[in-house]
């Protein structure tokens, strides 16, 4: 089996397992599936779930597309080479209830082809970030301990370094740098090494996007019953708008696929059913929205520092000494 095969059958089977457990946690939903092909070579399967129990909108998109290297993606992707190929997974999924978070994560391989059609470049990329709400440390915690567990079967540096490359890209940096949520970890051409060859780096794509169920999943099931009121909601909807703006604004692979004649359905599955934008919209000091703007201001070591739940039962128990 070539590199090619080898990762298309990766990435497929990671959309499969990815579906079932999704649908497994809403107990109603299920995807709808939209096979599509590219007019200038390849396709992908689209699969979307909406109007569920617990998923208010969804997509796990697979892609594998290809095609003659532009002047416009010389110029504005800095890609060099006569020929390109990118196979990967895409997914975000929306919450009905505002205190269950979005969730995001790519896998991909990238390769560029000389016009003999011979391999001249290979990279690989991808990541999962959290968005939440209303801000859970425990879930963070969670959420994180389960990719740096990953990362550490692999390499013991890839967890604070792809957490760092996670923090500084879902920025909006024209928000006094405001990130999109907790982070997570994101990593971005990576290329084999006589260390790390091909097979390391697709072992660890596959590996990380076999992660999502425990890493988000398990919150969405401590989360999904929770009670909310429309304040929540609306809280919800604000924070998506920072979604989109980031999406729409900053985001590379959006970038990409538009540059690259993408299926605008399948790039813009990423937004959320419902958004609002209200002018200058401040959370009142002190709330849990307050707190979870405020988390979002800074990067955060999630699993290395003093949680406020901590914090506030040691002081309980130095007040009962």
């Known amino acids: 089996m070539s590199v090619k095969e080898h990762w298309i059958s ?15 946690c809403d107990g109603k939903a299920i ?10 070579g390849g396709g992908g399967k689209t699969r979307v779930i909406a109007n569920g129990n617990v998923f208010e909108k969804g997509g796990v998109n697979t892609s594998i597309v290809f095609g003659d290297v532009t002047d416009a993606m010389k ?11 990118a196979c990967g997974l895409s997914l975000v999924i929306h919450p009905l209830n505002p205190f269950v978070p979005t969730v995001h994560c790519n896998y991909r391989m990238f390769e560029l082809y ?44 890839f967890y604070p370094t792809f957490k760092n490359t996670c923090d ?32 390391f780096w697709m072992n660890f794509g596959n590996r990380c996007g076999n992660a999502f169920a425990e890493a988000y999943i398990t919150i969405v099931e401590k989360r999904k019953h929770a009670a909310y009121t429309e304040a929540n909601k609306h809280w919800q909807e604000i924070r998506r708008g920072r979604y989109v703006e980031f999406n729409l604004v900053h985001d590379r692979g959006t970038l990409f696929g538009l540059k690259t004649n993408g299926r605008i359905e399948s790039i813009l599955m990423s937004l959320p059913p419902t958004v609002r934008f209200e002018y200058n919209y401040q959370p009142a000091f002190g709330t849990a929205e307050y707190k979870m703007q405020e988390a979002c201001l800074h990067p955060r070591d999630w699993l290395n520092e003093t949680t406020d739940e901590e914090k506030d039962e040691w002081a309980r128990r130095s007040n009962t000494c």
């Open 168 to 199: 500084n890209y879902f920025v909006n940096w024209h928000r006094n740098e405001e990130r999109r949520g907790i982070g997570g970890i994101f990593y971005d051409y990576q290329r084999a090494t006589e260390k790390q060859d091909v097979d």
């Open 75 to 85: 110029t504005q992707l800095k890609i060099n080479g006569a020929k390109w190929f």
């Open 10 to 24: 990766i990435i497929h089977q990671m959309q499969d397992n990815i579906c079932a457990a999704v649908e497994a």
């Open 114 to 157: 000389n016009e003999k059609e011979e391999v001249i470049d290979r990279w690989f990329g991808g990541g999962t970030d959290l968005t939440p709400y209303y801000l859970f440390e425990e879930d963070a915690r969670h959420f994180h301990q389960t990719y740096k567990n990953v990362c550490d079967q692999f390499d013991p540096s």
């Open 31 to 40: 995807f709808f599936e939209d096979k599509w092909d590219r007019p200038e």
